[in-house]
């Protein structure tokens, strides 16, 4: 089992960075798919981009393709979300979720749904002002 905590989120300006991580704990994170979700007020949580740590494939939404980037540090067991020119419609509580699997086939198809996910943290507010 594993135990993920976000941090790094805050206040920024539109225009402006953030880099969120997630730091596991519990298990190596080299065989699972690390996903950030976020939740806007009002709206549903939403898959914002992903990673399989297995053979570092990536995959984002459209609405962050070109802005966000994910990563991983294995020696660190943390993943992150480095987030450029950020709009106030940004502003959400971001999440990070863990799946482990073998078979990463079908990530592809599957990373943006939540049942897909075992493990979440408690997530991290980023609140981007106008």
């Known amino acids: 089992e594993v135990q993920l905590v976000e941090s790094g989120g805050g206040l920024v300006q539109a225009g402006g960075s953030l880099r969120l991580s997630c730091a596991a704990s519990?298990?190596?994170?080299?065989?699972?798919?690390l996903t950030w979700f976020r939740q806007r007020p009002g709206k549903r949580r939403e898959a914002v981009s992903s990673i399989t740590a297995t053979d570092g494939s990536t995959f984002y939404d459209g609405s962050v393709l070109g802005r966000f980037s994910i990563s991983v540090d294995a020696a660190k067991n943390t993943v992150y979300l480095q987030m450029n020119s950020l709009k106030p419609e940004d502003s959400a509580v971001y999440y990070c979720?863990?799946?482990?699997?073998?078979?990463?086939?079908?990530?592809?198809?599957?990373?943006?749904?939540?049942?897909?996910?075992?493990?979440w943290g408690q997530g991290t507010q980023v609140t981007v002002s106008s």
């Open positions: 519990g298990s190596y994170i080299d065989d699972y798919v």
């Open positions: 979720a863990a799946d482990r699997r073998e078979d990463i086939s079908d990530i592809p198809k599957m990373w943006h749904y939540e049942l897909l996910y075992d493990y």
